[in-house]
């Protein structure tokens, strides 16, 4: 249970570090001069870094276990997140949102470290609840970061000095993280991927990108980095527009728009738990199967209240919605990742790898629409309505029966003990 809650506090203060300029923008937007392009260019940098990093970043747990990676990561990180605190013009800006993107890739290796720990029965639920606890890391920088700047102008500094000082607590998080996951964590039950080795426990790949290629060359994993993509994709669009739309739309101030934005980041709370429970309820009746299915009726509901949500006019009416929303796509994201880990069982990184950047590919397209003149509310209701007429297409990934058969094996009880045993030649995880 250690490592369970050091990898959700450390995934939570990497999204929490991810998205503190968000809330900010206001303030940044007249500091920088930034046009409404260059909001949404940073908006796209922001996530676009991370499709190539997720990808890097699941391969590199298969070979060197989550441990060593998610450490560097973070570290890595703590640099752009406080540089960006030294920016002076639109251009450095920008590039300082793409390098923090990085930081994003974090959620792969939760996912590999949480499919390493949990037997099957249970997995869909704990891949959600490190997920979604982590990602409240986004709801709080939406309500902390406002506040940290309101105490730095307390404390004598103007609003174009505060947003600068306050980017030293996010990169101070990330260090202090580093520092725990690495001193407190196992990458397995059994121990360490070096310790392992050492004892002669598992064996290294030949072929440490043979996964990559494998998870690569199934459609079913291209299908669920789509359906990642319309849900956490969407999820981080809204995370980085939010405030601005309360702001512009209906004349909130900074805080107040910072809190209503959050909303969709606290929701992680439990939703995402939740979604992942359902996925693995359903699995018990329905077999893998069902896990698809629950992932196509709550992707379906998350679109139809976001377009709801892009046509309010009243604020009542908006929050409602937006709370809907929020719920369904945090639903969406923890059923998505009920399915990921069944896919190849020996390729679990790389997998998570691909299906983690297509939820970023899916945020970059996004970030797309916001950058011409269209009002957001226009844009929204055309991201909701594309999620609705997508969301049939996961119900692509089919399972054979042999999957159905070895699955229904797994949820029986005292499989994870066997599978400790028996699965780590089988596996061919990297012992680093």
Same mark, same amino acid.
């Given at each position: 249970?250690?490592?369970?809650?050091?990898?959700?506090?450390?995934?939570?203060?990497?999204?929490?570090?991810?998205?503190?300029?968000?809330?900010?923008?206001?303030?940044?937007?007249?500091?920088?001069?930034?046009?409404?392009?260059?909001?949404?260019?940073?908006?796209?940098?922001?996530?676009?870094?991370?499709?190539?990093?997720?990808?890097?970043?699941?391969?590199?747990?298969?070979?060197?276990?989550?441990?060593?990676?998610?450490?560097?990561?973070?570290?890595?990180?703590?640099?752009?997140?406080?540089?960006?605190?030294?920016?002076?013009?639109?251009?450095?800006?920008?590039?300082?949102?793409?390098?923090?993107?990085?930081?994003?890739?974090?959620?792969?290796?939760?996912?590999?470290?949480?499919?390493?720990?949990?037997?099957?029965?249970?997995?869909?639920?704990?891949?959600?609840?490190?997920?979604?606890?982590?990602?409240?890391?986004?709801?709080?920088?939406?309500?902390?970061?406002?506040?940290?700047?309101?105490?730095?102008?307390?404390?004598?500094?103007?609003?174009?000095?505060?947003?600068?000082?306050?980017?030293?607590?996010?990169?101070?998080?990330?260090?202090?993280?580093?520092?725990?996951?690495?001193?407190?964590?196992?990458?397995?039950?059994?121990?360490?991927?070096?310790?392992?080795?050492?004892?002669?426990?598992?064996?290294?790949?030949?072929?440490?990108?043979?996964?990559?290629?494998?998870?690569?060359?199934?459609?079913?994993?291209?299908?669920?980095?789509?359906?990642?993509?319309?849900?956490?994709?969407?999820?981080?669009?809204?995370?980085?527009?939010?405030?601005?739309?309360?702001?512009?739309?209906?004349?909130?101030?900074?805080?107040?728009?910072?809190?209503?934005?959050?909303?969709?980041?606290?929701?992680?709370?439990?939703?995402?738990?939740?979604?992942?429970?359902?996925?693995?309820?359903?699995?018990?009746?329905?077999?893998?199967?069902?896990?698809?299915?629950?992932?196509?009726?709550?992707?379906?509901?998350?679109?139809?209240?976001?377009?709801?949500?892009?046509?309010?006019?009243? @604020? +009542?009416?908006? %929050? #409602?919605? &937006?709370?809907?929303?929020? *719920?369904? /796509?945090? =639903? $969406?994201?923890?059923?998505?990742?009920?399915?990921?880990?069944?896919?190849?069982?020996?390729?679990?990184?790389?997998?998570?790898?691909?299906?983690?950047?297509?939820?970023?590919?899916?945020?970059?397209?996004?970030?797309?629409?916001?950058?011409?003149?269209?009002?957001?509310?226009?844009?929204?209701?055309? @991201? +909701?309505?594309? %999620? #609705?007429? &997508?969301?049939?297409?996961? *119900?692509? /990934?089919? =399972? $054979?029966?042999?999957?159905?058969?070895?699955?229904?094996?797994?949820?029986?009880?005292?499989?994870?003990?066997?599978?400790?045993?028996?699965?780590?030649?089988?596996?061919?995880?990297?012992?680093?």
């Amino acid at each position: 249970m250690r490592a369970f809650h050091l990898t959700w506090v450390a995934f939570c203060a990497a999204f929490f570090s991810w998205f503190a300029v968000a809330p900010l923008m206001p303030v940044i937007r007249e500091d920088l001069q930034l046009s409404p392009v260059d909001v949404s260019d940073s908006m796209l940098a922001s996530v676009a870094a991370t499709i190539v990093a997720r990808i890097v970043v699941g391969t590199l747990c298969d070979r060197f276990g989550p441990r060593r990676v998610f450490t560097w990561l973070l570290v890595a990180s703590a640099a752009p997140v406080a540089g960006i605190a030294f920016v002076q013009s639109p251009g450095a800006f920008i590039l300082a949102r793409f390098a923090i993107g990085i930081v994003g890739a974090s959620f792969v290796v939760t996912q590999f470290h949480m499919t390493q720990m949990f037997a099957p029965a249970v997995l869909g639920t704990a891949n959600a609840v490190t997920a979604g606890w982590g990602n409240l890391g986004g709801g709080l920088a939406q309500v902390a970061m406002p506040a940290l700047l309101a105490l730095a102008v307390a404390a004598g500094f103007s609003a174009l000095q505060a947003w600068r000082v306050t980017m030293a607590v996010p990169a101070c998080l990330l260090l202090l993280c580093a520092a725990a996951y690495w001193r407190w964590t196992t990458d397995t039950p059994s121990g360490n991927w070096v310790a392992r080795k050492r004892e002669g426990v598992g064996n290294r790949s030949a072929r440490p990108w043979a996964g990559l290629v494998a998870a690569a060359a199934d459609l079913r994993t291209w299908v669920l980095a789509l359906a990642y993509g319309l849900c956490f994709g969407v999820e981080l669009t809204i995370h980085n527009v939010a405030a601005l739309y309360f702001v512009d739309r209906f004349g909130l101030g900074l805080q107040q728009a910072g809190f209503l934005a959050g909303i969709v980041g606290l929701a992680n709370v439990f939703a995402r738990a939740a979604g992942g429970a359902a996925s693995d309820s359903l699995a018990r009746w329905l077999g893998l199967h069902g896990r698809v299915y629950l992932l196509f009726a709550v992707l379906a509901v998350e679109g139809a209240a976001l377009a709801a949500f892009a046509q309010s006019s009243n @604020l +009542g009416l908006a %929050v #409602v919605a &937006l709370v809907i929303f929020a *719920l369904f /796509v945090n =639903f $969406s994201t923890g059923a998505t990742y009920g399915v990921v880990p069944f896919l190849h069982p020996t390729a679990v990184g790389a997998v998570s790898g691909l299906v983690a950047a297509g939820g970023n590919l899916g945020a970059v397209v996004a970030a797309w629409l916001f950058r011409g003149a269209t009002p957001l509310a226009d844009n929204l209701l055309l @991201l +909701g309505s594309v %999620v #609705v007429l &997508l969301s049939p297409l996961v *119900l692509l /990934v089919r =399972f $054979s029966p042999a999957d159905q058969l070895s699955h229904s094996r797994a949820l029986q009880p005292g499989f994870f003990r066997t599978r400790s045993l028996t699965s780590e030649a089988a596996q061919g995880h990297a012992s680093v």
